[in-house]
């Protein structure tokens, strides 16, 4: 038995060193690391369980070469949580895909399913691997994994891209719930060498795939960073606002911040005059659990906010409206990031909050060409199929058909409230005046007398107080009450059955 041992201990060093002490050493003078590297910095101290350790490529001649095929698959905890954890190794054929390594991510990602734990990918990567993928029969039983793909957000699946990653690291970012990608990395189908034989088109890897594509245009990352432990860092900071499978709440967060505190330096942050643009990063910091929350997409549809925090321990999505950019206004890729959201916090049973800022939506013929009716009308479907609770607050102004984007009266939400100083219309006052009294000013005597009397009685009725007075809205707050009516409503809109929804839109697409 002690020469079984023996050999076994062998084969174990073996396997630790991937493709070689070399290889590892190049890529540390890169500064880079390696897979086991990047998962120590991920897990709690000796908390990693190996499996599939001895595996290796089943294409004869390769079996020395090939330690785990490239990928290094375990559970460990992440705060003491259990997660499942795979992690590709450049230092074997560049982390592309082989049969085993394959065999390995789907067995990974089955058990993840089967037990309910979250899924963690530290990726990189060629894609499908040659010899392997070559053939009608290479080909032929490496297809999309059925469990990427009716996934069903049944566990939250994160993934880290922390190197060039073509084909599968790409699919299965784009599959996950939250996407970090470091700075001078490329995610895309395929690399630039490929691309040029394919199609012919130059490209380098970061007009192709890089950190400010994906979070400027497409919206596929939701984070970048400019380290590895930075990037670590955030999947492991998402993950603990999250619970760690669709059939549990959020785990709840002590904290000594009272539900009681008053907010009264909120309404200094918002200017009455309403064409002044502020910060609604400043107003969420003043309404969380110790003024911290954690940004989804800051630089995609910079028009909207999503943003996971906490109100009393209870960890919430916060939908808002940023009048930095656009005044506020929504277009294309402001409903992408909002239907988005609300599909991820349905499933995972984390309560919505939405704060009104919003003057409408930037129609144009480009945007027309984009479709944004559909774009407009998913947000909306998504809204009403969803079912976790969901609280909105008007804090300027709500205007038109947003005023229902933003969880408006009729839209599911438990309670709709707005501050003293709202304006709730069908459209904003200067473009609503000359639509709807174009005719009298063009015949008044003084016209900028009869416009500035026009203005008054619009303010009158998009004065929240008429909504009020009707019960359509719940009610009109002091601002500076804003956080204990949070709190204290999602109390209420927990007390039965916690902050589970029905978990209608789990199947939803991500990246729909």
């Known amino acids: 038995m002690k020469e079984y041992v023996e050999e076994l201990h062998q084969r174990r060093n073996r396997a630790e060193l991937m493709g070689g002490q070399a290889k590892i050493d190049a890529l540390h003078a890169q500064g880079k690391r390696t897979a086991r590297e990047r998962i120590k910095l991920l897990v709690d101290e000796h908390s990693f369980l ?87 029969d290479g080909i032929s039983d490496k297809l999309f994994p059925q469990e990427m793909l009716t996934h069903h957000r049944e566990v939250p699946m994160v ?44 490209a380098t890897e970061e007009e192709l795939g890089g950190v400010k594509i994906h979070e400027k245009y497409t919206g596929q990352i939701d984070q970048s960073a400019t380290t590895e432990v930075e990037c670590i860092l955030q999947l492991k900071e998402f993950l603990s606002y999250l619970p760690s499978h669709g059939e549990e709440e959020p785990p709840l967060r002590v904290t000594k911040d009272t539900m009681e505190r008053r907010v009264d330096d909120v309404a200094s942050i918002v200017p009455v005059k309403r064409n002044r643009a502020y910060n609604m990063k400043k107003l969420i910091r003043e309404l969380v659990d110790d003024g911290q929350f954690f940004e989804v997409k800051p630089s995609f549809g910079p028009a909207i906010l999503t943003i996971l925090s906490r109100i009393n321990g209870r960890s919430v999505g916060i939908i808002a409206n940023q009048p930095m950019n656009y005044a506020g206004a929504a277009g294309i890729q402001e409903c992408e990031k909002a ?155 927990c007390y039965k059955n916690g902050s589970k929804s029905e978990r209608k839109l789990a199947n939803w697409p991500t990246g729909f």
């Not at 599939?52 to 460990?76: M, Q």
């Not at 880290?160 to 299965?172: M, N, V």
Request: glycine share 10%.
């Open 50 to 136: 190996e499996f599939g350790k001895l595996t290796a490529s089943d294409i004869p001649g390769l079996e020395k070469r090939s330690a785990g095929d490239g990928l290094i698959c375990g559970t460990a905890r992440v705060d003491g949580r259990p997660i499942v954890v795979q992690a590709a190794d450049k230092t074997v054929f560049a982390g592309t895909e082989g049969s085993v390594h394959i065999r390995k991510t789907k067995a990974a990602h089955s058990y993840a399913l089967k037990r309910g734990l979250p899924l963690v990918n530290l990726s990189e990567g060629g894609g499908l691997r040659m010899p392997d993928g070559m053939g009608s």
């Open 159 to 202: 993934t880290a891209i922390l190197g060039d990653s073509f084909g599968g690291p790409t699919w299965l970012a784009v599959s996950s719930d939250f996407v970090t990608q470091l700075d001078g990395t490329c995610m895309a189908v395929a690399g630039p060498r490929m691309l040029e034989v394919a199609t012919g088109e130059k």
């Open 339 to 493: 239907t988005d959201f609300i599909c991820l916090c349905d499933s995972f049973h984390i309560p919505l909050i939405f704060l009104h800022d919003i003057p409408g939506f930037r129609v144009s013929s480009e945007a027309e060409k984009g479709k944004i009716p559909t774009k407009i009308m998913m947000w909306n479907q998504a809204l009403a199929q969803s079912t976790v609770p969901k609280l909105s607050v008007i804090i300027r102004k709500s205007i038109g058909a947003a005023y229902g984007n933003m969880c408006g009266p009729t839209m599911g939400a438990d309670f709709v409230v707005a501050w003293p100083s709202a304006e709730i219309n069908f459209t904003g006052p200067e473009v609503g005046i000359n639509v709807v009294y174009g005719r009298e000013l063009m015949e008044a005597e003084n016209v900028k007398l009869e416009r500035e009397k026009l203005l008054d009685k619009w303010s009158f009725d998009s004065s929240p107080y008429k909504a009020a007075a009707k019960h359509l809205i719940d009610d009109v707050i002091d601002p500076g009450e804003t956080r204990l009516f949070l709190a204290r409503t999602l109390e209420l809109a």
